[in-house]
């Protein structure tokens, strides 16, 4: 009798501890949807898809990771992809009925105009691979005279493709190109 009473407290504790998962997943899932409606609340141009990552690509001159969504859910190419936070992603580059394939930021072929918020000044981010570092992003063609700090958060300068103040990353370093004539930062 004590062990089938065991087997009943372990079955009931088995139970216990799958609801426990299933209401952390719950959430979890909620704070997602909730950040993401208030993106939406503040920018209300935007429409909001949500998708999961259903599979990577990565070489050493491409970053791509498809998606669960495609034509079927609106997805086109050339949108942007971000997070629920509003931090930039990358761009849709093919679309299929139930799935889209995004390029990453840190792909080197793929620029977008960024503007360091605290001081306004613009450039061209880009992945880094090119440059030796193929896990961080690179602004150029920022003025030589400009002051750049660590932490300086790089958004969106707005374009058709990136609407603006989206968050593309925060200057970890910042040198001179190799002419002297501007400044990048990473």
Partial sequence: ALEAENQVLKKQLSEMQDTARQADATTRENERLRKLNQLETTHESYVMLDAYIIGWSSSDWESTFTI?????AGIRENLCAITANGEVVGLVTEVGVNYAVVKTVLDSTLEISG?????GYNGMVKGGYTSGNDTLLQMNYL?????????????????????RGLIIGSVVDAGYEETGVAKFAL
Avoid: A, E, L, M
């Fill in 115 to 119: 503007t360091i918020s605290t001081s």
């Fill in 68 to 72: 669960n969504r495609g034509t079927n």
């Fill in 143 to 163: 003025p030589s005279d400009s002051i750049i700090r660590n932490k300086d958060q790089v958004v969106t300068s707005g374009s058709t493709v990136y609407p």
